[in-house]
């Protein structure tokens, strides 16, 4: 059985994306392009293996040209009317536990549309709703450029997708939001930088654990070295409210102190 769930309500008024839920084994008619699953981590795995000896700053060039080829895998939720629609076609399929695969037209900020065949869809969690993983290059209010065969397309970004958030709050009230990134589901804040554009993330990979990713306001994000992202120093979990779901890290460089908020992974 086949549904069609509507994102009309898009940021760019101009784009329309339409998904079309669908139970394991169902035939399309059109064949669409495949969006695949970065290769990041396995890349730069191969690397390390073949160059034992390479040096930080050799580790960052080599990191951000495997990035620039693959992306890097970040998740991102659907709304909930969407997800009851994706739980309501497992529910119908003869293997309730095939995955669920989505498909639809997203619009280009070039203006044209791509039919595009989406990872499967996670279903919700007791911590987190429906999901899927997409490689990204970068994601900001308006629109995002994900590689599909190969090239960087950008989309603008509908409003029923939401990316996973980290934000800068106040540290005297931590619901007072100052800035706010779309970061990767497994990446730990582990800076920031002093005029708050840049949050530095660590890697849980023991590859990667002299690198780091750099998030800027503006979206983009580059690997950097770990050292470069703990400087001012490391940060130190602080206490929150009970009823507070996200995790709180205080960072005292500069004379400043920085409070990043952030969710507790949704992937392992």
């Known amino acids: 059985m086949r549904f069609k769930a509507d994102f009309a309500s898009l940021i760019a008024a101009s784009a329309l994306m339409l998904l079309d839920i669908a139970a394991f084994g169902q035939q399309a008619k059109i064949a669409p392009l495949p969006v695949r699953p970065s290769t990041f981590l396995n890349d730069f795995r191969t690397y390390v293996a073949t160059n034992p000896k390479g040096s930080a700053v050799e580790k960052v060039e080599a990191a ?5 080829k693959t992306g890097l895998d970040f998740v991102l939720f659907l709304d909930d009317a969407t997800c009851q629609k994706v739980e309501e ?13 989505l498909s639809g037209t997203l619009r280009s900020v070039n203006a044209d549309g791509a039919n595009l065949a989406l990872p499967d869809v996670q279903p919700a969690s007791a911590s987190c709703g429906c999901h899927f993983a997409i490689p990204l290059l970068q994601f900001n209010n308006t629109e995002f450029i994900t590689k599909i ?8 970004v509908p409003r029923s997708v939401t990316p996973n958030f980290a934000f800068l709050v106040d540290p005297g009230d931590h619901a007072l939001v100052k800035r706010r990134w779309a970061i990767p589901d497994r990446l730990t804040p582990i800076g920031v930088s002093f005029d708050e554009n840049v949050l530095f993330l660590g890697f849980r990979e023991p590859e990667l654990g002299d690198l780091a990713l750099a998030v800027f306001g503006e979206g983009v994000f580059q690997i950097v070295s770990r050292e470069e992202a703990e400087n001012g120093g490391k940060g130190v979990a602080i206490k929150k409210s009970p009823t507070d779901e996200r995790e709180l890290i205080s960072f005292d460089r500069w004379k400043k102190t920085f409070v990043v908020a952030f969710r507790p992974p949704c992937t392992r």
């Open 64 to 68: 951000n040209t495997i990035l620039d």
């Open 89 to 101: 076609a497992r529910r119908q399929s003869k293997d309730p536990l095939a995955p669920v695969h």
């Open 149 to 156: 065969l190969g090239r960087n397309i950008a989309f603008y």
